[in-house]
């Protein structure tokens, strides 16, 4: 089950353009976004800016939902809600991603004829509607309360039994995908409370109540299917073909919905809308499965399909895209300053497993962005997805490159994670970036001699278990052709010793041994003690 | 004199910035130095650009004139040049070009079925542009022309099969390095801007990506994943002799040479947020550009200034805003540029080396700012002030109007 989950957010310049007063008021902070910084010495940024003290118990965000939830006769808790399920309180500046959804505006990512119905219900200019926070607000609420009415709910409900308005309002036509998103998204938000903090204050929170929505429940598990991921959910999308004969997946493409979950899949699963994607992941880690991978989704539209065009210029150069990439969409907007870290950890352990099925390097050239591929004018998935981030987390979840089964020890610890790698060498080694084709960014080397002053490599293991240890170092004329290795348990105990020849086999791995080594902080040394008139090369171990 | 291979890669993921990847990147292209391209000769009357009808009035931070823009640095009125970028006041992505002190806009070359993104200027006038068109039912193209900075007129395409990304040239060559999908997942080829057929000069299913041809034309780095994830290799520039650069378990990539071919600067991830590094062109002596930041600021975009000394970088906070800064190698001092807060993009260095352009966003609008390199008179200055979104600029020196033959 998952948590409530508190969001701290930088003030994004995007926030704090909300409007500038909007802000001031929002948070205490003072309207500082359009300054300049002419006197700033030349320091790093940092990352606590000068921060007002946030009102106390609720933000003035809360007050201003219960001002437009008070005026339409809606509960305030269910408009802040929904806004809270849409976009996590971000003001979406006309977000478009999906072939036939009309631009999301404002954080009730209100679009097309709903946002028009909205604004006239509620009086106000269309363009105040999409970009300004009390009008938004008030045009979200007064919309609610027309749905509700036509229902028969009326002002005095339980907060339950408005459910059936909330699902309406969504604009989500799929009855599964509705009661995903009103119980998943909507209640349960309500249900575990939600907050959002900037570094200026808290921006609106909702205090946890036990609520049950009157609404089906989502069917939950009965669609777990025949998926190609096994965390999937099935929902089965009409919108695919095959790929080319002989054509595979090379290269992912990461979206944004520009949307939440719940609209996302849904939409992408409804036949009308013409596109698709393989995979939706949601802003609190669910993932659903839409295209089997082995087939052509439609995730990239500006793409060229020959068979529509009388088979011509049918070679690589005509290709589309979408004959050898799998799309992941994500719940959200391109715009938000953050992606919770559910969703990035669920889709990184998403794409771990895809690039092992398809055999794709973990890099930034094979896991891209929507923009990457496509020079038009979407942005998904965003300026803020954390590239670096994801890279890393999908190698981890592979175990590769720390993290999981292996562990890379370098001779730099600027490049080694401090939980599991450490490398310690005494004032006889020297550091060195001299001899080309060393791992990371240099190595050390000392003259061999009869002394145990040798380059230590740490790593930590969880538990107990043989590993195999590998070796990288830099070749040349004057290296041992000796050179030994030996390994240590956690205790101190000395597991074993080999010697490898460093006069050649440089810039790559070379196997050293394989070794039962123990929990806790084990370790390869590098040692001098060999013969002299050499010199041996520490530049790092990987345990695998 | 030279522009300097002040065009880095841009990697940067934005608003409409979601693009700058693929079309932009590092063409070295030094502007005035010769380089003829394209088969097609042009025109050789000397008229001064036609000033577009929709010139836009240019704002500094303050106020929202020219006049204001040249009161607030009287200096760039005086700043050799012109700065091209990418506008989308239409609607779809054109080059326009602006003075630097935010007068003289133009639109240099829009067209109503594609997108044009300008790489930089590659001499005698003439601007190589990445075009891209597609759509439901056509083919998704990226192809590689050439446009007449003056006169906006278009010669033929020089490259049109396969999506063409990251078009490198040394400064005055008649060929470029590419990266492009035409027959594999991606590759590099040489592309001469004088005739003949592309050169395929790399070969591996996993791809090599991002060429940077060599101030001297005779090296070629680039970034490869042949061996699981991106590294930095370096090869002749007729293909062959590759050797690897770099070797770490994250990625390597970006790779910028110096404008004296000494010393390449790159992106890497071995540190865990990406950072920018330095190193020789054999691959030793790889360090760190810049000392401690916090953890999760990253660096991005470095592009050396013409004479080599200073690089300009964008440094990234956690929340996706940044400035530009510049830095000096050698002491290893840094120092911002660019005003606190908003989200900075692309700087491109001016040719006499004393000025920055770069993209700043706020609230989802792009627009051009030029700041001094040492900030030593005012601060950023506001040259363009459309609500459309203008990014991607590029400094070109004075449009020579004398194109060979």
């Given at each position: 089950?998952?948590?409530?989950?508190?969001?701290?957010?930088?003030?994004?310049?995007?926030?704090?353009?909300?409007?500038?007063?909007?802000?001031?008021?929002?948070?205490?902070?003072?309207?500082?976004?359009?300054?300049?910084?002419?006197?700033?010495?030349?320091?790093?940024?940092?990352?606590?800016?000068?921060?007002?003290?946030?009102?106390?118990?609720?933000?003035?965000?809360?007050?201003?939902?219960?001002?437009?939830?008070?005026?339409?006769?809606?509960?305030?808790?269910?408009?802040?809600?929904?806004?809270?399920?849409?976009?996590?309180?971000?003001?979406?500046?006309?977000?478009?991603?999906?072939?036939?959804?009309?631009?999301?505006?404002?954080?009730?990512?209100?679009?097309?004829?709903?946002?028009?119905?909205?604004?006239?219900?509620?009086?106000?200019?269309?363009?105040?509607?999409?970009?300004?926070?009390?009008?938004?607000?008030?045009?979200?609420?007064?919309?609610?309360?027309?749905?509700?009415?036509?229902?028969?709910?009326?002002?005095?409900?339980?907060?339950?039994?408005?459910?059936?308005?909330?699902?309406?309002?969504?604009?989500?036509?799929?009855?599964?995908?509705?009661?995903?998103?009103?119980?998943?998204?909507?209640?349960?938000?309500?249900?575990?409370?939600?907050?959002?903090?900037?570094?200026?204050?808290?921006?609106?929170?909702?205090?946890?109540?036990?609520?049950?929505?009157?609404?089906?429940?989502?069917?939950?598990?009965?669609?777990?299917?025949?998926?190609?991921?096994?965390?999937?959910?099935?929902?089965?999308?009409?919108?695919?073909?095959?790929?080319?004969?002989?054509?595979?997946?090379?290269?992912?493409?990461?979206?944004?919905?520009?949307?939440?979950?719940?609209?996302?899949?849904?939409?992408?699963?409804?036949?009308?809308?013409?596109?698709?994607?393989?995979?939706?992941?949601?802003?609190?880690?669910?993932?659903?499965?839409?295209?089997?991978?082995?087939?052509?989704?439609?995730?990239?539209?500006?793409?060229?399909?020959?068979?529509?065009?009388?088979?011509?210029?049918?070679?690589?150069?005509?290709?589309?895209?979408?004959?050898?990439?799998?799309?992941?969409?994500?719940?959200?907007?391109?715009?938000?300053?953050?992606?919770?870290?559910?969703?990035?950890?669920?889709?990184?352990?998403?794409?771990?497993?895809?690039?092992?099925?398809?055999?794709?390097?973990?890099?930034?050239?094979?896991?891209?962005?929507?923009?990457?591929?496509?020079?038009?004018?979407?942005?998904?998935?965003?300026?803020?997805?954390?590239?670096?981030?994801?890279?890393?987390?999908?190698?981890?979840?592979?175990?590769?490159?720390?993290?999981?089964?292996?562990?890379?020890?370098?001779?730099?610890?600027?490049?080694?994670?401090?939980?599991?790698?450490?490398?310690?060498?005494?004032?006889?080694?020297?550091?060195?970036a001299s001899t080309p084709g060393y791992y990371g960014?240099g190595y050390?080397?000392?003259?061999?001699?009869?002394?145990?002053?040798?380059?230590?490599?740490?790593?930590?293991?969880?538990?107990?278990?043989?590993?195999?240890?590998?070796?990288w170092w830099t070749s040349g004329?004057?290296?041992?052709?000796?050179?030994?290795?030996?390994?240590?348990?956690?205790?101190?105990?000395?597991?074993?010793?080999?010697?490898?020849?460093?006069?050649s086999g440089g810039s790559q791995?070379?196997?050293?041994?394989?070794?039962?080594?123990?929990?806790?902080?084990?370790?390869?040394?590098?040692?001098?003690?060999?013969?002299?008139?050499?010199?041996?090369?520490?530049d790092?171990?990987?345990?695998? | 004199?030279?522009?300097?291979?002040?065009?880095?890669?841009?990697?940067?993921?934005?608003?409409?910035?979601?693009?700058?990847?693929?079309?932009?990147?590092?063409?070295?292209?030094?502007?005035?130095?010769?380089?003829?391209?394209?088969?097609?000769?042009?025109?050789?009357?000397?008229?001064?650009?036609?000033?577009?009808?929709?010139?836009?009035?240019?704002?500094?931070?303050?106020?929202?004139?020219?006049?204001?823009?040249?009161?607030?640095?009287?200096?760039?009125?005086?700043?050799?040049?012109?700065?091209?970028?990418?506008?989308?006041?239409?609607?779809?992505?054109?080059?326009?070009?602006?003075?630097?002190?935010?007068?003289?806009?133009?639109?240099?070359?829009?067209?109503?079925?594609?997108?044009?993104?300008?790489?930089?200027?590659?001499?005698?006038?003439?601007?190589?542009?990445?075009?891209?068109?597609?759509?439901?039912?056509?083919?998704?193209?990226?192809?590689?022309?050439?446009?007449?900075?003056?006169?906006?007129?278009?010669?033929?395409?020089?490259?049109?099969?396969?999506?063409?990304?990251?078009?490198?040239?040394?400064?005055?060559?008649?060929?470029?390095a590419?990266?492009?999908?035409?027959?594999?997942?991606?590759d590099i080829?040489?592309?001469?801007?004088?005739?003949?057929?592309?050169?395929?000069l790399t070969d591996s299913?996993?791809?090599n990506f991002e060429p940077a041809v060599s101030?001297d034309g005779r090296l070629i780095a680039f970034t490869s994943s042949r061996d699981?994830n991106a590294e930095i290799y370096v090869m002749a520039a007729d293909g062959g002799r590759e050797a690897r650069l770099t070797a770490f378990?994250?990625?390597d990539w970006?790779p910028?040479w110096?404008?004296?071919g000494d010393t390449l600067?790159f992106?890497s991830?071995?540190?865990?947020?990406?950072?920018?590094f330095l190193m020789r062109p054999d691959g030793t002596e790889q360090?760190?550009?810049?000392?401690?930041?916090?953890?999760?600021?990253?660096?991005?975009?470095?592009?050396?200034?013409?004479?080599?000394?200073?690089?300009?970088?964008?440094?990234?906070?956690?929340?996706?805003?940044?400035?530009?800064?510049?830095?000096?190698?050698?002491?290893?001092?840094?120092?911002?540029?660019?005003?606190?807060?908003?989200?900075?993009?692309?700087?491109?260095?001016?040719?006499?080396?004393?000025?920055?352009?770069?993209?700043?966003?706020?609230?989802?609008?792009?627009?051009?700012?030029?700041?001094?390199?040492?900030?030593?008179?005012?601060?950023?200055?506001?040259?363009?002030?459309?609500?459309?979104?203008?990014?991607?600029?590029?400094?070109?020196?004075?449009?020579?109007?004398?194109?060979?033959?």
């Amino acid at each position: 089950m998952r948590q409530a989950r508190t969001i701290h957010r930088r003030d994004s310049r995007r926030f704090a353009l909300l409007s500038i007063a909007a802000m001031a008021a929002l948070a205490g902070s003072p309207g500082c976004a359009g300054e300049e910084d002419e006197g700033a010495d030349p320091q790093p940024p940092s990352p606590s800016s000068p921060s007002s003290p946030s009102s106390p118990g609720g933000s003035a965000l809360d007050a201003r939902f219960a001002a437009a939830a008070a005026e339409f006769g809606v509960p305030t808790v269910l408009l802040e809600a929904w806004a809270y399920a849409e976009t996590g309180w971000s003001m979406i500046p006309g977000a478009s991603e999906l072939e036939g959804l009309e631009p999301a505006w404002g954080m009730l990512a209100l679009r097309g004829a709903r946002l028009e119905r909205a604004a006239a219900l509620a009086g106000e200019p269309l363009d105040a509607v999409r970009r300004e926070v009390d009008a938004h607000l008030r045009a979200g609420a007064a919309l609610l309360a027309d749905l509700a009415a036509q229902q028969g709910i009326a002002a005095g409900d339980q907060l339950g039994a408005w459910a059936p308005a909330i699902a309406e309002a969504s604009g989500i036509a799929d009855p599964e995908a509705q009661a995903q998103f009103v119980h998943d998204q909507v209640y349960a938000a309500i249900n575990l409370g939600a907050a959002v903090d900037l570094e200026s204050g808290r921006l609106a929170s909702i205090e946890p109540q036990d609520v049950e929505a009157d609404f089906p429940a989502p069917r939950r598990g009965a669609d777990r299917a025949v998926v190609d991921y096994p965390p999937a959910i099935w929902h089965a999308s009409p919108n695919f073909n095959s790929r080319p004969s002989g054509t595979g997946a090379e290269l992912v493409v990461i979206h944004t919905c520009e949307g939440n979950y719940a609209g996302c899949w849904s939409w992408l699963a409804n036949s009308a809308s013409g596109v698709s994607a393989h995979y939706v992941v949601a802003e609190f880690g669910e993932v659903s499965q839409l295209v089997r991978e082995s087939n052509r989704a439609w995730h990239i539209a500006a793409s060229y399909d020959c068979s529509l065009n009388d088979n011509v210029n049918c070679g690589r150069n005509g290709q589309s895209s979408n004959n050898f990439t799998i799309g992941i969409e994500h719940g959200g907007f391109a715009s938000q300053s953050s992606f919770p870290g559910a969703q990035i950890d669920a889709s990184a352990a998403l794409a771990c497993d895809i690039s092992r099925d398809w055999g794709m390097p973990r890099d930034r050239n094979h896991f891209v962005g929507h923009g990457q591929l496509q020079p038009f004018n979407r942005t998904d998935p965003g300026p803020n997805w954390p590239w670096t981030t994801y890279v890393q987390k999908m190698n981890a979840a592979c175990g590769t490159g720390g993290g999981g089964g292996e562990i890379i020890v370098d001779s730099n610890n600027a490049n080694n994670d401090p939980a599991e790698a450490e490398v310690e060498v005494s004032a006889s080694w020297t550091s060195s970036a001299s001899t080309p084709g060393y791992y990371g960014s240099g190595y050390w080397f000392a003259e061999t001699a009869a002394v145990s002053d040798g380059a230590v490599f740490r790593f930590h293991l969880d538990e107990a278990g043989a590993r195999t240890i590998d070796a990288w170092w830099t070749s040349g004329a004057n290296r041992s052709p000796s050179a030994p290795f030996v390994a240590f348990d956690a205790s101190g105990n000395t597991l074993g010793s080999a010697t490898r020849d460093q006069r050649s086999g440089g810039s790559q791995w070379n196997t050293v041994g394989t070794w039962n080594f123990s929990a806790g902080w084990n370790s390869v040394v590098v040692s001098r003690w060999t013969g002299s008139g050499a010199v041996v090369i520490a530049d790092a171990i990987r345990v695998r | 004199m030279r522009s300097g291979c002040d065009s880095p890669t841009v990697r940067i993921r934005g608003r409409t910035s979601a693009v700058i990847a693929l079309a932009a990147a590092g063409v070295c292209a030094c502007a005035g130095e010769a380089g003829e391209p394209a088969a097609a000769s042009r025109p050789e009357e000397a008229s001064r650009p036609v000033e577009t009808a929709r010139a836009a009035p240019a704002a500094s931070v303050a106020a929202s004139t020219p006049a204001a823009a040249a009161a607030a640095d009287p200096a760039l009125a005086a700043l050799p040049g012109e700065i091209v970028f990418v506008s989308e006041r239409a609607g779809r992505a054109e080059i326009h070009a602006i003075h630097p002190d935010g007068t003289g806009h133009r639109v240099i070359a829009a067209a109503p079925d594609a997108d044009l993104f300008p790489t930089a200027a590659s001499g005698a006038g003439w601007l190589l542009a990445i075009r891209t068109t597609g759509g439901e039912t056509d083919a998704h193209r990226e192809e590689l022309i050439a446009i007449d900075q003056a006169d906006r007129a278009a010669a033929p395409p020089i490259l049109t099969a396969g999506r063409v990304r990251n078009p490198s040239q040394a400064p005055g060559a008649p060929w470029l390095a590419v990266e492009t999908d035409r027959e594999s997942f991606r590759d590099i080829y040489r592309v001469s801007l004088t005739g003949g057929a592309p050169r395929r000069l790399t070969d591996s299913p996993h791809g090599n990506f991002e060429p940077a041809v060599s101030p001297d034309g005779r090296l070629i780095a680039f970034t490869s994943s042949r061996d699981g994830n991106a590294e930095i290799y370096v090869m002749a520039a007729d293909g062959g002799r590759e050797a690897r650069l770099t070797a770490f378990h994250r990625d390597d990539w970006s790779p910028v040479w110096s404008p004296a071919g000494d010393t390449l600067a790159f992106l890497s991830a071995r540190e865990g947020p990406a950072r920018v590094f330095l190193m020789r062109p054999d691959g030793t002596e790889q360090r760190r550009l810049l000392g401690d930041w916090d953890a999760e600021v990253e660096e991005d975009a470095p592009a050396f200034s013409p004479d080599g000394v200073l690089l300009a970088l964008v440094v990234r906070r956690a929340d996706g805003g940044g400035e530009v800064w510049v830095a000096d190698p050698r002491t290893g001092k840094r120092w911002p540029v660019s005003a606190a807060g908003a989200r900075d993009s692309s700087p491109a260095w001016s040719p006499d080396g004393h000025y920055l352009v770069y993209a700043s966003e706020v609230d989802g609008q792009s627009d051009l700012f030029v700041a001094r390199a040492d900030r030593a008179r005012g601060g950023p200055v506001r040259i363009t002030a459309d609500a459309a979104q203008d990014w991607l600029p590029r400094w070109t020196a004075p449009v020579s109007r004398a194109p060979r033959r």
